[in-house]
């Protein structure tokens, strides 16, 4: 019986080193400067946030923020390649077309440019969160509809998870967001992360 328990502490262990010898996963974000903390502290802003709340899990999960204010899609098109060769992912999250978009660029490059990313990611083996984003009203509604629904499009035709606007629940509070009424204040930023976690969690098992 004691060489039994003996042999079984030893099991455990085994079992716990092991466990905490597993390298952490990585969500990377791959985003614009509503990812990039824009004109708040860094650590105010979603995806510093969401670093945190991860830290607490078991396993362990970091998170990787590639993100550049003014980044477009096709900007990121050709970073991503870099990123996932030096991150490798686990889970990727794209939140790019806020800046094609309020340029006015067509929408099918932009299209184009997120299914690309899309299935590099894929190709390595991550999993995929597309966040929506939504335009202000003077861009009018073909232009608006047609942004929305090139998320929605994605998300079906790649099956990869979406959250239809990142920023749902902010955008039309003027005391959640900054002067420009594109970027959330520091208050703002926890409700953002709310929004993507919705996306987030289920891919995280």
């Known amino acids: 019986m ?35 903390a824009h004109n708040i502290p860094v650590e105010a802003g979603w995806v510093h946030l969401l ?24 900007s990121g098109r050709n970073r991503l390649p870099g990123l996932l060769e030096k991150t490798k992912p686990d889970v990727l999250v794209i939140e790019l077309g806020a800046n094609d ?8 490059p932009l299209k184009e440019n997120l299914a690309a990313m899309i299935d590099a990611a894929q190709k390595a083996h991550a ?4 966040l929506g984003i939504e335009l202000p009203v003077n861009y009018g509604p073909q232009y608006r509809d047609g942004l929305r629904a090139v998320y929605i499009d994605l998300a079906k035709a790649k099956h ?18 900054q002067q420009d009424g ?6 703002g930023e926890p409700m953002v992360l709310d929004n993507v976690w919705k996306g987030l969690a289920p891919l995280l098992h």
Do not use: Y
Request: glycine content about 8%.
């Open 2 to 36: 004691r060489r039994f328990l003996c042999c079984l502490v030893v099991l455990w262990g085994a079992i716990a080193a092991a466990a905490q010898a597993a390298p952490a996963k990585t969500v990377l974000v791959l985003g614009d400067s509503l990812s990039a």
């Open 51 to 74: 670093g945190d709340r991860l830290a607490k899990m078991e396993p362990g999960w970091t998170v990787v923020n590639a993100s550049i204010s003014g980044e477009t899609s096709l």
């Open 182 to 187: 594109l970027h959330p204040v520091t208050a």
């Open 160 to 177: 990869v998870a979406l959250v239809p606007f990142l920023l749902d629940g902010v955008a039309l509070k003027p005391e959640l967001m």
């Open 101 to 108: 978009g309020l340029r006015g660029l067509p929408l099918a």
């Open 127 to 130: 999993r995929v969160l597309l």
